[in-house]
Each structure stands twice: as structure tokens, then as C-alpha cells.
Nanobody, 116 residues
């Protein structure tokens, strides 16, 4: 059983910052990619950012230059530093991991609301 536990979401004013964390636990053979996706009401889930085991990153166009993804391979943890937040960043943010065997797991999601 694999569990992903996200934390760090909340309410922030436009222009503010938040840092999300996601810890993976359980029987995990080896994690390859880790990432964040988000889904706003009425929208499809979209890519925020991913990072491979060797540190290669990929960002969605909407967050490039504002968000930074990082990971700690020892702690099986992925982080998302979100700066210059905008109201359109409001969504539920989901953590995702893919193992080297191709299995994919999702977290339960954490709400991020950007509003004055």
C-alpha cells in the first residue's frame, strides 16, 4: 500500500506565496518521477510541474517562472514552491508519483485558494 500525504495548501492573497509538500510512504520499490497537477472547478486536471529522479524538471506554461518543484529522494518527498500567486491558480493540487515499474499513485489533494 502506497500513501501520498500532501500539506501546505490554504488561503493566500494575490502576489503571495505557498509551499506544498508531499510525502510518499509504504511499499515503494523505487520512485522515478514525482509531480504536481491541479484541477479547478469545471476544468480538467492539468500539469503543474514534474521532476525526475535525477532532477530534470518540466513545468506547465501557466506556472513557468513562478513555481519551483524540488524533491528529496531520501525522504521520498516532493515540494512545490509557489510565488506570485494569482487568482487563476486557485485549484485542488494533487501530488503524483510514478515508480520505475510504471505504477502511478495520486494523493488526496490539497486546496489552494488565491483571493483578496
Amino acid at each position: 500500500q502506497v500513501q501520498l500525504v500532501e500539506s501546505g495548501g490554504g488561503l493566500v492573497q494575490p502576489g503571495g506565496s505557498l509551499r506544498l509538500s508531499c510525502v510518499a510512504s509504504g511499499t515503494i520499490f523505487s520512485i522515478n518521477a514525482m509531480g504536481w497537477y491541479r484541477q479547478a472547478p469545471g476544468n480538467e486536471r492539468e500539469l503543474v510541474a514534474t521532476i525526475t529522479r535525477n532532477g530534470r524538471t518540466n513545468y506547465g506554461d501557466a506556472v513557468k517562472g513562478r513555481f519551483t518543484i524540488s524533491r528529496d529522494n531520501v525522504k521520498n518527498t516532493v515540494y512545490l514552491q509557489m510565488n506570485s500567486l494569482k487568482p487563476e491558480d486557485t485549484a485542488v493540487y494533487y501530488c503524483n508519483i510514478m515508480t520505475v515499474t510504471g505504477l502511478t499513485y495520486w494523493g488526496q489533494g490539497t486546496q489552494v485558494t488565491v483571493s483578496s
